[in-house]
T-cell receptor, first 109, second 116 residues
Framework: GQNIDQPTEMTATEGAIVQINCTYQTSGFNGLFWYQQHAGEAPTFLSYNVLDGLEEKGRFSSFLSRSKGYSYLLLKELQMKDSASYLCAVLDSNYQLIWGAGTKLIIKP | GAVVSQHPSRVICKSGTSVKIECRSLDFQATTMFWYRQFPKKSLMLMATSNEGSKATYEQGVEKDKFLINHASLTLSTLTVTSAHPEDSSFYIC????????????FGPGTRLTVL
């Protein structure tokens, strides 16, 4: 079956750095997305990786290793507004998005 | 660019009534739209894939007669929850497939449905 694993919840301190991991087992791979979702709102796009390596976009970076079925989202200089759920999703061979359950990130002052 | 709107944002209805939710791509044409359902503290669950001008493709376990999907134009898809029951109460989110080369989905703001 298809499976996306990510931690349920993480806590970090304002101004610090946090890494959210995602491992996946899917039928085929056409890219991996990270989305941010605040409570009661729809997801918003953060990043897309299809090749191995690190993609940096401001305070957020996303890494992919296809051979290991592994990705992480790195958030630097954490701000209180970064408190949200972070969803990892993989586009499978049918170009269907397979979603992880999301990681709830709690930022403390 | 790539804005998706959803209406209504919140709806409360009586059990047995039908509710229609609209999803519009405002500044791009979307041949493919997706309808998701999300329970509290859970991830998104794909209900169906909606293609303009053709019948929607429903995921296993989703009743097509209960959740009617119509994708009548390149900018509008509708989801009608027929004969709603309290267990249909949920957060419904639509997304539209963008025009970029990497199949990014742009999400609407979601509709909170409460069935009394």
């Amino acid at each position: 079956g298809q499976n996306i694993d990510q931690p349920t919840e993480m806590t970090a301190t304002e101004g610090a750095i946090v890494q959210i991991n995602c491992t996946y087992q899917t039928s085929g791979f056409n890219g991996l997305f990270w989305y941010q979702q605040h409570a009661g709102e729809a997801p918003t796009f953060l990043s897309y990786n299809v090749l191995d390596g690190l993609e940096e976009k401001g305070r957020f970076s996303s890494f992919l290793s296809r051979s290991k079925g592994y990705s992480y989202l790195l958030l630097k200089e954490l701000q209180m507004k970064d408190s949200a759920s972070y969803l990892c999703a993989v586009l499978d061979s049918n170009y269907q998005l397979i979603w992880g359950a999301g990681t709830k990130l709690i930022i403390k002052p | 660019g790539a804005v998706v709107s959803q209406h209504p944002s919140r709806v409360i209805c009586k059990s047995g009534t039908s509710v229609k939710i609209e999803c519009r791509s405002l500044d791009f044409q979307a041949t493919t739209m997706f309808w998701y359902r999300q329970f509290p503290k859970k991830s998104l669950m794909l209900m169906a894939t909606s293609n303009e001008g053709s019948k929607a493709t429903y995921e296993q376990g989703v009743e097509k007669d209960k959740f009617l999907i119509n994708h009548a134009s390149l900018t509008l898809s509708t989801l009608t929850v027929t004969s709603a029951h309290p267990e249909d109460s949920s957060f419904y989110i639509c997304s539209a497939l963008g025009e970029s080369s990497y199949n990014e989905q742009f999400f609407g703001p979601g509709t909170r449905l409460t069935v009394l």
